[in-house]
């Protein structure tokens, strides 16, 4: 990585999924608010993903709440960096105009 733009934006990522993630509220979020509000909370249905690793906005088998969702955002930036840097990298490479 030569652009520092890029390392830059990535370590604000992480400080921002990590760190600022913290502070989140615990409440729910507008959709299930709305849910609970019209009425259709309660038909709701499990995610079959319910028992993954990052389920939940949180990191399994972590107790602190706050900490497991900082880990959850941080695992989250670093797969989504490693994806499209891959995929970037790739039709770079099959590119074959040269500059």
Known sequence: MKNPLIIFGFAV???LAGGISYYASSQPDGFEKAAGEIGFLDTAEESP?????LAEYGVA???NERISGGLAGVVGV???AAISFAIFYGLRRFN????
Do not use: I, M, Q, R
């Open 13 to 15: 990522s992480l400080f």
């Open 49 to 53: 993903l319910k028992d993954s690793p």
């Open 61 to 63: 088998g972590v107790e």
């Open 78 to 80: 670093a797969a989504t």
């Open 96 to 99: 074959k105009s040269k500059p």
